[in-house]
């Protein structure tokens, strides 16, 4: 099996094709807030999948029935599973690119994606609860660095600051 890439981008990239040339056999992951019209795509992707909750964290605030769900986190890996086995790259969208979806490439790397080096900020509750699907542990006090990171070799993510 081939090392496949994962970007995260923003919705509106997504309409006008400003991310990696996918290929086709690529995987196209978007994530929307509920009841928010999806839009159209540029490009064409072999498979499209649609999700919809609010970019919320834990303490939001909100209902947790607008926040990601157990099944959603589920659903989420499973595709990422099957880009893997399929040899799939994939490119994930929000709407703005950087919290939902940076949150899927940051738990996709984990699973050996070659991640894009755009800018994330991931929502840690769908971090989470993506991570827990897979049997991975995580600090619960995790804080979100609002200077953006990147992931190390190893697959850590580091604030953007972090060694220079």
């Known amino acids: 099996m081939s090392q ?65 769900q157990d099944n959603q986190a589920e659903a989420l890996v499973g595709l990422l599973q ?11 969208h929000c709407h703005a690119g950087i919290c939902r979806s940076g949150a899927v490439v940051e738990v996709a790397t984990m699973m050996g994606f070659t991640p894009s080096d755009r800018y994330r900020q991931p929502n840690l509750r769908v971090k989470h609860k993506m991570m827990k699907v897979l049997g991975l542990t995580y600090d619960s006090d995790e804080k979100t660095s609002s200077t953006g990171g990147y992931i190390s070799n190893d697959g850590i993510w580091l604030p953007s600051d972090f060694g220079g």
């Open 82 to 92: 099957r880009a893997q086995e399929k040899a799939m790259n994939v490119v994930v």
């Open 4 to 68: 496949r890439f994962i970007e995260n981008v923003s919705k509106s990239d997504v309409f006008n094709g400003h991310h990696y040339d996918a290929g086709p056999n690529a995987m196209l992951i978007r994530i929307q807030d509920p009841a928010t019209e999806f839009g159209l795509v540029k490009y064409p992707f072999k498979e499209v999948y649609e999700f919809e909750f609010l970019d919320a964290e834990d303490a939001d605030g909100f209902e947790d029935e607008c926040k990601i």
